[in-house]
């Protein structure tokens, strides 16, 4: 299974502090040890949320609304995308992280990506077939 | 006791494979090392549901599995002087646990894993006894696990993996890294090992499924950590690019009602980018080694053709056709024949690739081989001979194992019947 892991933002990640050099070195030696373990597939940290934008879908109009934004626990500092035989092996991966927010609470959410299998073996290719062949009861009858 | 569980679920399946391995350079038998390992496991989930989950539960498994390892070796009434040197030999390892060294780019317990990986894939053992041994030591895998992704009986499992344990202990087999001149044939046997599960996992030859994603995955990650411990080896990077891209198409092969598309006919917006990036890096530095293509790097290449077209019929049909040519050069087999076949079918036409099949259809290696008549039927079918293709089709229904094709090949034997199309 693939797991999202994804680092939570804290005070200081939105402040735009940037990690110490202890903390980047540790950090690149657990991804080398991800890569070892053949779990890592990607990775990377995240600007603060006031380089970022968010387009707010209302109805028919697309808002565009630029950071930084409020609500600091819910936004994201950084993620990893990782090949893992279950959830129990992501969590003692999560433990092992070097903590990447020294001196406040670093909070690290671990969500299994949806996976082929996961909507059943027919279920999806049945699905599209079927939207196919709406799609074209739908052009046939204009 | 639920969470110690998973805890050591989680443990286990990150640490088991250099906790075996390193035991088992201190007592030089692979299968004591699995029975010691197993041992800390055991004495873990008694203990750690009390005593709390220690700080760093790897190097608490491996001292419990030292002192087991000693306790062994006193109790069987190894000479003193011996044990002490082993004793000697545990107390001088635990310096490895070290986070600090364990780090470093010397890393001791890598060539203590690349033993492993060379020992359980050894050629002493026939190719069952070192799938399942690689699947147990190496993914710490269980013998119901296994079991279950194979489709046979546990028994079964369980006795490859003791007789395999013993076949490695009768024949000697020391734990280490071959020898340079050696290690291109011992290679080669792990590269088999983990190509074999990779296709049992991507075209299961029994069974309802049409993928068996837990084979998929755990080939891998067998691939990739294979890639990082040899990286100088063009082949292990070549069956890695070769695994992730055909991995990458993996969505996009089962079709309306579980039925398997085939390649060309596949929806390329359902292949995973991802991992077509990652192959075709892989091939990257496969090449970058300098060395000469091997097998599975020509195959990656030719998987890499299929990757790099937008449309199928964008497919570079020439390419493809001379990296066959180069693979039958390498490895000749009727096999690698059947698919240079198909290549000059699409790059020629029909007829210059029947001709081809027709020179192949007699070899004793394609007697059982269900693709041999699905290309003739194919072939046949494009040059408007429907009644042979239709018998074809028959021939290779028949053959295949795989509920799911054996459906699509009726199928195509209908489309052939008279009155049917055009």
């Not at chain 2, 890598?110 to 399942?132: G, K, M, Q, Y």
């Not at chain 2, 049909?317 to 039958?328: F, K, M, P, T």
């Amino acid at each position: 299974m693939r797991v999202m892991v994804l680092v939570k933002a804290t005070e200081q990640s939105e402040a735009g502090e940037m990690p110490s050099e202890q903390l980047l070195s540790e950090m690149m030696a657990f991804n080398e040890e991800l890569v070892k373990a053949g779990v890592m597939l990607a990775g990377d940290g995240l600007h603060p949320s006031s380089a970022g934008t968010r387009v707010v879908f209302a109805r028919s109009e697309r808002k565009v609304i630029d950071g930084p934004f409020a609500e600091t626990k819910e936004l994201l500092a950084g993620y990893w995308l990782w090949q893992v035989k279950s959830l129990d092996e992501a969590i003692e991966w999560v433990k092992r992280v070097p903590d990447p927010m020294p001196g406040a609470e670093a909070i690290i959410e671990i969500r299994p990506v949806f996976e082929a299998e996961d909507f059943g073996e027919e279920l999806t290719p049945e699905l599209r077939a079927k939207e196919q062949e709406l799609r074209q009861q739908v052009e046939a009858g204009q | 006791m639920g969470d110690v569980r998973r805890t050591l679920d989680g443990v286990w399946r990150i640490e088991s494979a250099r906790l075996i391995a390193g035991i088992a350079r201190v007592v030089r038998d692979v299968g004591l090392a699995e029975d010691l390992a197993q041992e800390a496991f055991v004495a873990a989930l008694e203990q750690w549901p009390e005593s709390g989950v220690p700080d760093n539960p790897g190097a608490w498994l491996m001292a419990t599995a030292k002192h087991r390892a000693i306790d062994r070796l006193r109790r069987a009434g190894v000479h003193d002087r011996k044990t002490q040197e082993l004793a000697r030999e545990i107390e001088r390892r635990g310096e490895y646990e070290n986070p600090d060294l364990a780090a470093a780019i010397d890393d001791p317990f890598d060539d203590d894993l690349l033993r492993l990986i060379f020992t359980a894939c050894h050629p002493v053992l026939s190719t069952d006894a070192r799938v399942a041994l690689t699947l147990r030591l190496l993914g710490g895998l269980t013998t119901t696990e296994i079991a279950r992704a194979f489709l046979v009986p546990e028994a079964t499992v369980a006795q490859r993996i003791v007789r395999a344990k013993r076949t490695l202990s009768a024949a000697r087999v020391p734990f280490e890294i071959p020898e340079r001149q050696g290690l291109a044939g011992r290679l080669a046997s792990v590269l088999e090992v983990v190509y074999l599960v990779f296709n049992e996992g991507y075209v299961a030859t029994v069974g309802e499924r049409w993928l068996r994603p837990e084979l998929l995955e755990e080939a891998l990650r067998l691939g990739r950590i294979l890639a990082e411990l040899l990286p100088a080896e063009a082949e292990v990077h070549g069956l890695v690019a070769l695994m992730e891209l055909q991995a990458s198409r993996a969505r996009a092969r089962i079709g309306p009602g579980g039925a398997p598309v085939l390649l060309l006919d596949q929806d390329r917006s359902r292949w995973d980018w991802m991992l077509v990036e990652r192959g075709l890096a892989a091939l990257e530095r496969a090449y970058r080694t300098g060395d000469a293509l091997g097998p599975y790097t020509l195959q990656a290449a030719i998987a890499a053709c299929h990757a790099r077209a937008r449309a199928a019929e964008d497919t570079d049909w020439e390419r493809i056709v001379a990296l066959y040519d180069g693979l039958a050069q390498l490895m000749p087999s009727p096999v690698v024949e059947l698919n240079r076949a198909v290549a000059i079918g699409m790059a020629c036409g029909p007829a210059a690739a029947l001709e081809l099949v027709d020179a192949i259809s007699e070899e004793p290696e394609l007697r059982e081989y269900h693709l041999l008549p699905t290309v003739r039927g194919d072939l046949l079918e494009r040059l408007g001979r429907k009644a042979e293709a239709r018998r074809e089709f028959q021939r290779a229904a028949a053959m295949t194992g795989n509920m799911r094709e054996r459906a699509v090949l009726l199928e195509r034997m209908v489309a052939c019947a008279p009155g049917n199309g055009s």
